[in-house]
């Protein structure tokens, strides 16, 4: 079990920054991908610490010092100075990630529950001036219960960088070939925030490698049916296999693959697009999206030099090639269907449009009888009538 601290920062309440008055931010993340922030004062945060350890004075070292397990925290002093505030930010990050990855008669206790649900004066709004990037913990949410409860950590999955990566902005970090780093989220544009020791940031999908093997588990099949998307965002193809597509095209993707490029189809043709630069139809539009879009495209597995798997067997990859046969004959299949039912339907409507004009027939009006058939056949009254 594991659990993630990523983005730090703090807030003060006073130029003096009093132990009394520093306030941290916490951005409580939860696997469903919902946000809360908490704002915990560092005497309140340590007044917690305290009792922890008052309920759990074998874990706490109060009985035998090597059998102490809750992690330490540093009392808090009666003048804080900006450093201090600051250095602390990276014991406080430090301190709740070995916190929660405790056993869980611990970790998952009502203090600790308590401690971080979300409380009345948490939903009072900060100015911009006095937030900086929080501090953001992965805590999953267990949908018998209510949302703002906390049971536990997540599983955190290790991956290994296959090639040494450069970062080009400050959200990204740099990766050595070789290196392990755990996965905090991944994201289908193909950029995955990761953490090393106590470096984070984004790094591109291609870069990473499960350890248990080459393949992904969760990449998704091929499904040639196709979803229906609009392109956010023009794209002039670099390399044959992928496509140009103009902002407000139409296509359907056929595969999405994690390292944020998607197989996609326009008309009969086929070719790798950013993801990034993709929104489903009729879903609406984010502030989120549009800023993501703003971003650069992450490398394709296929353009990484120098790269070096654990693994023997290399990743199962599919052709271009495959993709345009597969894909024709599925629309074709799909055309054949369609003129099937198109031909029943007709079928149909000639059946019901002749039933209802024999529905709508009326009777013959027999011929009138001559009068020589009157005289002969008729009673004499009758024939009285047309003498």
């Known amino acids: 079990m594991s659990y993630q601290v990523t983005r730090g920062g703090d807030r003060f309440a ?3 920054g009093d132990f009394a008055a520093s306030v941290y931010m916490f951005l409580v993340k939860w696997n469903d991908l ?11 945060i340590y007044e917690f610490h305290k009792t922890l350890k008052e309920m759990f004075p074998i874990e706490s070292g109060d009985i035998n010092a090597e059998n102490r397990i809750i992690p330490h925290l540093p009392a808090p002093k009666w ?16 301190y709740c990630y070995a916190l929660v990855n405790l056993p869980h008669k611990i970790s998952r206790c009502l203090l600790v529950v308590n401690f971080f ?32 409860d906390i049971t536990g950590p997540i599983i955190l999955q290790t991956y290994r960088a296959i090639a040494d990566y450069e970062k080009s902005s400050k959200s990204e970090m740099a990766l050595k070939a070789g290196d392990m780093v755990d996965i905090v989220e991944k994201s289908e544009s193909g950029w995955w925030f990761c953490q090393l020791k106590n470096k984070r940031g984004w790094v591109p999908a291609a870069y990473l490698e499960p350890m248990d093997g080459p393949d992904e588990s969760e990449e998704q099949e091929p499904n040639y049916a196709g979803e229906w998307y609009v392109v956010q965002k023009s794209y002039t193809a670099v390399e044959e296999d992928e496509l140009t597509l103009t902002e407000g095209d139409t296509i359907e993707v056929i595969h999405k693959l994690l390292d944020g490029w998607w197989v996609v189809r326009k008309d009969e043709s086929t070719g790798y697009y950013p993801s990034m630069y993709l929104q489903r139809s009729g879903e609406p539009n984010t502030p989120e999206k549009s800023e993501l879009r703003n971003r650069s495209v992450p490398p394709r597995r296929s353009t990484i030099r120098n790269a ?12 271009q090639e495959t993709y345009r046969r597969n894909s024709k004959k599925y629309i074709q299949s799909r055309r054949n269907v369609k003129a099937s039912l198109q031909n029943k339907a007709n079928i149909i409507s000639e059946k019901n449009e002749q ?13 009138r009888p001559s009068k020589d058939l009157i005289m002969n056949r008729c009673t004499e009254s009758t024939r009285r009538k047309i003498m």
């Open 355 to 367: 039933e209802e004009n024999k529905s709508k027939a009326q009777p013959a009006v027999p011929p």
């Open 14 to 16: 006073s130029h003096f």
């Open 79 to 94: 003048f804080d100075g900006q450093r201090s505030t600051q250095s602390r930010q990276g014991t406080l990050a430090e």
């Open 34 to 44: 919902t946000e809360k922030l908490v704002y915990r004062r560092f005497t309140e």
């Open 308 to 319: 070096k798997s654990i693994h023997k067997q290399s990743r199962k990859q599919i052709s």
């Open 117 to 148: 649900k979300v409380r009345p004066d948490d939903m009072s709004p900060v100015t911009d001036s006095q937030i900086k990037k929080p501090e953001v913990f992965l805590l999953p949410k267990d949908a018998k219960k209510n949302a703002s």
